[in-house]
T-cell receptor
Framework: DARVTQTPRHKVTEMGQEVTMRCQPILGHNTVFWYRQTMMQGLELLAYFRNRAPLDDSGMPKDRFSAEMPDATLATLKIQPSEPRDSAVYFC?????????????FGPGTRLTVL | GQQVMQIPQYQHVQEGEDFTTYCNSSTTLSNIQWYKQRPGGHPVFLIQLVKSGEVKKQKRLTFQFGEAKKNSSLHITATQTTDVGTYFCAGSGGSNYKLTFGKGTLLTVNP
């Protein structure tokens, strides 16, 4: 049963520290999405990739967030420096670039707490 | 940009009662997807609707896509405690591979 995996599952850090979250998309999927979920804002799209190329990162605070796909099996989301307002659950999702069959499969998420 | 509105934000029902959540898009959609997120979990795909006026059923769940492809609904008949969670609709514009999620409807069921 193919699944998206994310590490770490939980992260507690102090303000100003760098945070790196990792995602392994489902093998064969060529779109990868990063979302942030908070009670107030719901699910927000931060960035997404197709065939490892970034398509849109307009939802991401550029000064502190960065997203990359070093290879087809790894996507990373970095926050440097982290701030308390970054506390949220960060989800990675993967899918196929097939209109009409573009279901997204979510990973279990990384719960980030910035003190 | 595309916006997807979902109502109600919360719904509390007694077990056995019906439940409906509604989704409206500011633009015509290529397709609409529904996801369910259990408390503490991650969104899980339920279904996708593509055709104008389409209706699909999954056991006690009925999904509809409006004729203009701008609105959708999810109806649950005779809710059970296992139905608890947040139900999200997500609209696709079709050409840019991304989904715009509604804020979700949190369903709680009193046994």
């Amino acid at each position: 049963d193919a699944r998206v995996t994310q590490t770490p599952r939980h992260k507690v850090t102090e303000m100003g520290q760098e945070v790196t979250m990792r995602c392994q998309p489902i093998l064969g999927h060529n779109t990868v999405f990063w979302y942030r979920q908070t009670m107030m804002q719901g699910l927000e799209l931060l960035a997404y990739f197709r065939n490892r190329a970034p398509l849109d990162d307009s939802g991401m605070p550029k000064d502190r967030f960065s997203a990359e796909m070093p290879d087809a099996t790894l996507a990373t989301l970095k926050i440097q420096p982290s701030e308390p307002r970054d506390s949220a659950v960060y989800f990675c999702a993967s899918g196929l670039d097939n209109p009409g069959a573009d279901t997204q499969y979510f990973g279990p998420g990384t719960r980030l707490t910035v003190l | 940009g595309q916006q997807v509105m979902q109502i109600p934000q919360y719904q509390h029902v007694q077990e056995g009662e019906d439940f409906t959540t509604y989704c409206n898009s500011s633009t015509t959609l290529s397709n609409i997807q529904w996801y369910k997120q259990r408390p503490g979990g991650h969104p899980v795909f339920l279904i996708q609707l593509v055709k104008s006026g389409e209706v699909k059923k999954q056991k006690r769940l009925t999904f509809q896509f409006g004729e203009a492809k701008k609105n959708s609904s999810l109806h649950i008949t005779a809710t059970q405690t296992t139905d608890v969670g947040t139900y999200f609709c997500a609209g696709s514009g079709g050409s840019n591979y991304k989904l715009t999620f509604g804020k979700g409807t949190l369903l709680t069921v009193n046994p």
